[in-house]
Structures are given as C-alpha cells and as structure tokens.
Nanobody, 124 residues
C-alpha cells in the first residue's frame, strides 16, 4: 500500500514557475514508477510526465515537453514536477500516481495509487 500526498500548487502568473512535490508513504517507493497527471475542468485526465522507479528513464507529453521536468529522490520518498513558463492552459488539478514496475506509462488505468491532487491556476 502506498499513500501519496501532493503539495506545491497555487496561483501564479503566466510565465512563472512552480515545483510540485509528491510525498509517498512506505518503504518501497523505489519499486514504483511515478507519473504526474493533470485534469482541467471538462477535460479528461492526461499524463504529462512519468519517471521510472530508478529515475533513469523519463517520459513527457508532447504538449509540455521542454517546460516540465520530472524527478525523484528515492531516499526522501518524494517525486517532483518542475513546471516552467506556465501558461493559462496549464491550469488544472495535478495528481501524482504510482504503479508497481519500472517503465513509465501514460495510461491512468495502469496506476494503482493516486494522490488527492493539488490545484494549479495560471493567470494571464
């Protein structure tokens, strides 16, 4: 069982940056592949980034590539999502998710554990 808690969301102006954190409980964090998803009102949940269990393999959605960086610190049981050059269309609830395995997946159905989400609002 893994419990995930996101933090770091907020209201920012376009062009700004945020770093989201995802703190995980348990002693087997390094066995889980992590993903960051977002969901805007009226839209489907989409994967924006994923990272392998060891951190050596990352994957990004084309729509955010170059502006987002996913990372993890297995010693701290924490995953991160750095978002730069924020745009109003980045406004969404951001969720972290975990699944057993090593290779990043973009499919929400592949993930077993989810956090409660953190709101990111970007003003123009």
């Amino acid at each position: 069982q893994v419990q995930l808690v996101e933090s770091g969301g907020g209201l920012v102006q376009a062009g700004g940056s945020l770093r989201l954190s995802c703190a995980a409980s348990g002693r087997t964090f390094n066995l889980y592949q992590m993903g960051w998803f977002r969901q805007a009102p009226g839209k489907e949940r989409e994967c924006v980034a994923g990272i392998s269990s060891g951190g050596g393999n990352t994957d990004y959605a084309d729509s955010v590539k170059g502006r987002l960086t996913i990372s993890r610190d297995n010693a701290k049981n924490t995953a991160y999502l750095q978002i730069n050059t924020l745009k109003p269309e980045d406004t969404a609830v951001y969720y972290c998710a975990a699944r057993a395995g090593s290779t990043p997946s973009r499919l929400p159905s592949r993930y077993n554990y989810w956090g409660q989400g953190t709101q990111v609002t970007v003003s123009s």
